[in-house]
């Protein structure tokens, strides 16, 4: 009866060694294409350019440009408010990227990448 029921005959048509080549392929394909994204740049604007903010794809800010004028001493949070939305768009636009490319990885499997 163990026969039938259990995993120990394996499953028909699956190949243990196929499948974990298949992993291993597909692990290397992920890790390439993180090193990928990180290495690229997004740009947030805010202000009709008069904020840009460069991030890289690993979430760290490369450069931050203030047209000059944007600043206003008498008009302080606006600056502020125009560089949290400049981040705020390169950030979304770091994980657009980053869920479009790891889709086309894992085949929306819904892995969490």
Do not use: C, R, W
């Amino acid at each position: 009866m163990a026969k039938h029921g259990g995993f120990a005959g394996g499953m028909p048509g699956m190949n243990m060694n196929n499948l974990m080549k298949q992993y291993q392929k597909m692990q290397k394909k992920l890790e390439e294409t993180q090193e990928e994204l990180a290495k690229k740049e997004y740009t947030g604007q805010a202000g009709g350019g008069a904020v840009q903010i460069v991030i890289s794809g690993e979430k760290k800010v490369l450069s931050v440009k203030l047209d000059k004028d944007a600043v206003d001493p008498e008009d302080v949070e606006t600056l502020e408010e125009m560089i949290v939305l400049a981040v705020n768009q390169a950030l979304q636009d770091i994980e657009k990227d980053s869920s479009q490319e790891m889709g086309k990885l894992t085949g929306g499997m819904g892995l969490g990448f």
